[in-house]
């Protein structure tokens, strides 16, 4: 639609049409940047944008002028042993970037962990271990002003550098990130991970 229609339009029509999840009895059909939508898993109405009651809305005034909503992937991992549902997203700061981990215990309570990131990453899924949650991250670069002036999508925006790239265990008791390098490429789906001794398993 050119400059005019898309300058300064950080809000995109939000398909939620990648993935099903069930979990802490709701159905919900995801996307990768936006609030999920709840639906009747028997008739398939559609009950609405659901935010875990409020908690996937963005805080602050320049966070909810960038993005009202936070991001909630399409590709959550289900602990069989805990219930627990891990998710992510990225969210774009004036400053400073931020990987978002998400958790939501088997009765939908969701609390978010905000892990600062230099680059904004581009990561399309994660994978969890006993121990871990899992990201790869690739070396991408976005092309924000050209994004924000409409000049070109959000997708076209994003170029990989022939760089490494980083892998970051998120450790599931809340300690510290473990950083790795990773070499360069990139992976949409992981089919799992899990844990040999002190080496995690990406497949």
């Known amino acids: 639609g050119g400059f005019l229609p898309n300058a300064l339009r950080m809000r995109f029509k939000n398909a939620a049409n990648t993935s099903v999840v069930q979990h802490a009895g709701y159905t919900l059909a995801l996307w990768e940047g936006g609030l999920p939508h709840r639906f009747d898993p028997d008739t398939l109405e559609t009950l609405g944008r659901f935010s ?25 991992s289900i602990c069989p042993q805990t219930g627990e549902l891990w998710n992510f997203g990225t969210a774009y700061g004036a400053t400073t ?31 969890l271990t006993r121990r871990f949650a899992v990201f790869v991250l690739p070396a991408t670069t976005f092309d924000v002003p050209a994004t924000l002036l409409g000049l070109r999508s959000p997708v076209d925006s994003i170029a990989m550098r022939d760089a490494p790239g ?38």
């Open 166 to 203: 980083k892998a970051v265990l998120v450790p599931r008791d809340g300690g510290p990130p473990v950083e790795l390098a990773v070499p360069p490429g990139f992976v949409f789906h992981w089919s799992g991970a899990w844990e040999e001794g002190e080496t995690v398993v990406l497949g």
């Open 97 to 127: 970037h931020r990987l978002l981990v998400h958790t939501v215990s088997p009765e939908g309570q969701l609390r978010t962990r905000a892990l600062p990131m230099r680059e904004l990453p581009f990561v399309h899924d994660m994978a």
């Open 52 to 76: 875990y009651d409020g908690a996937l809305e963005a805080k602050g005034v320049v966070q909810r002028i960038i993005g009202p909503e936070l991001p909630f992937s399409a590709h959550p």
